[in-house]
C-alpha cells in the first residue's frame, strides 16, 4: 500500500512515461529516459514498477485509457439534450484536432503492445464504458421523444464509437480532420432522423 507520497510520486512518473511515449513511440523509450525525465534513481523506479518497463507500460495504458475519456466529460456523462450532444461532439473534435497523432487513444492503440492480454482488456473496458455513456445518451433522447423510438439504442451507440474511433485512426495515417469530423457528424445526425413510416400491406 503506497503512502499519498508514494502514490503522487507513482503518478508523476507514469504521466512523464506517458508523454515522452507520445512523442517517441515506445521502442524509443528506455526506463534511463524516464529516470531522467522524473528524476528517479534505478531503485526507486523498480520499487514503484517491479517488473521494470513492462509494469510500467501497463500503468501508462491504464493512465491513457482514462485519460480518453475524462477530456470528454463532463459533456459525455451528460448526453441529454441535442444542444448537449452537440457540445459533446464539437468537445471530441476540438480535442484530437488539438492533439493529432499525440491523442491518448493513438498511444493505446498504436504503440502500446496489443498482442499483451492486460493491454488488450484495458482498451476493451475502455471501448466498453464509452460505448455504456453513448448509449445512456441515445436512450435519454429516446425516452425523452427527441429521436425515433423504435431506435436500438445499443447499435446507435456502436455506431457512433465506431465513427470517432475509425475517423481518429485515419486522421493518425494522413493528418486530415475530416474523416473523424464527417463520420462523427453523421452518426450523431442520424439519430435526428425520425422511424420510416409504416406502409399498410395489401
Same mark, same amino acid.
Given at each position: 500500500?503506497?503512502?499519498?507520497?508514494?502514490?503522487?510520486?507513482?503518478?508523476?512518473?507514469?504521466?512523464?512515461?506517458?508523454?515522452?511515449?507520445?512523442?517517441?513511440?515506445?521502442?524509443?523509450?528506455?526506463?534511463?529516459?524516464?529516470?531522467?525525465?522524473?528524476?528517479?534513481?534505478?531503485?526507486?523506479?523498480?520499487?514503484?514498477?517491479?517488473?521494470?518497463?513492462?509494469?510500467?507500460?501497463?500503468?501508462?495504458?491504464?493512465?491513457?485509457?482514462?485519460?480518453?475519456?475524462?477530456?470528454?466529460?463532463?459533456?459525455?456523462?451528460?448526453?441529454?439534450?441535442?444542444?448537449?450532444?452537440?457540445?459533446?461532439?464539437?468537445?471530441?473534435?476540438?480535442?484530437?484536432?488539438?492533439?493529432?497523432?499525440?491523442?491518448?487513444?493513438?498511444?493505446? /492503440? !498504436?504503440?502500446?503492445?496489443?498482442? &499483451?492480454? @492486460?493491454?488488450? #482488456? $484495458?482498451? =476493451?473496458?475502455?471501448?466498453?464504458?464509452?460505448?455504456?455513456?453513448?448509449?445512456?445518451?441515445?436512450?435519454?433522447?429516446?425516452?425523452?421523444?427527441? /429521436? !425515433?423510438?423504435?431506435?436500438?439504442? &445499443?447499435? @446507435?451507440?456502436? #455506431? $457512433?464509437? =465506431?465513427?470517432?474511433?475509425?475517423?481518429?485512426?485515419?486522421?493518425?495515417?494522413?493528418?486530415?480532420?475530416?474523416?473523424?469530423?464527417?463520420?462523427?457528424?453523421?452518426?450523431?445526425?442520424?439519430?435526428?432522423?425520425?422511424?420510416?413510416?409504416?406502409?399498410?400491406?395489401?
Amino acid at each position: 500500500m503506497l503512502t499519498a507520497k508514494g502514490a503522487a510520486t507513482r503518478q508523476r512518473i507514469v504521466e512523464s512515461a506517458a508523454r515522452l511515449i507520445r512523442d517517441r513511440g515506445p521502442a524509443k523509450v528506455g526506463l534511463d529516459d524516464i529516470r531522467a525525465a522524473t528524476s528517479t534513481s534505478k531503485s526507486q523506479l523498480f520499487h514503484y514498477f517491479p517488473d521494470g518497463k513492462a509494469d510500467l507500460l501497463l500503468a501508462v495504458a491504464r493512465h491513457e485509457a482514462e485519460q480518453v475519456l475524462a477530456e470528454q466529460q463532463p459533456m459525455l456523462g451528460d448526453l441529454t439534450s441535442w444542444p448537449k450532444w452537440e457540445a459533446w461532439r464539437q468537445r471530441v473534435i476540438e480535442r484530437y484536432d488539438a492533439q493529432r497523432d499525440k491523442c491518448p487513444l493513438t498511444a493505446l /492503440t !498504436a504503440q502500446l503492445n496489443m498482442a &499483451d492480454p @492486460a493491454v488488450r #482488456e $484495458i482498451i =476493451t473496458e475502455l471501448y466498453e464504458e464509452w460505448q455504456g455513456h453513448i448509449a445512456a445518451g441515445v436512450r435519454a433522447l429516446k425516452d425523452s421523444g427527441e /429521436t !425515433a423510438a423504435d431506435i436500438d439504442v &445499443d447499435n @446507435a451507440a456502436i #455506431e $457512433i464509437l =465506431t465513427a470517432i474511433t475509425g475517423g481518429a485512426a485515419m486522421l493518425q495515417a494522413t493528418g486530415r480532420m475530416s474523416y473523424l469530423e464527417v463520420s462523427l457528424r453523421e452518426s450523431v445526425n442520424a439519430l435526428r432522423r425520425p422511424a420510416p413510416a409504416a406502409t399498410d400491406t395489401p
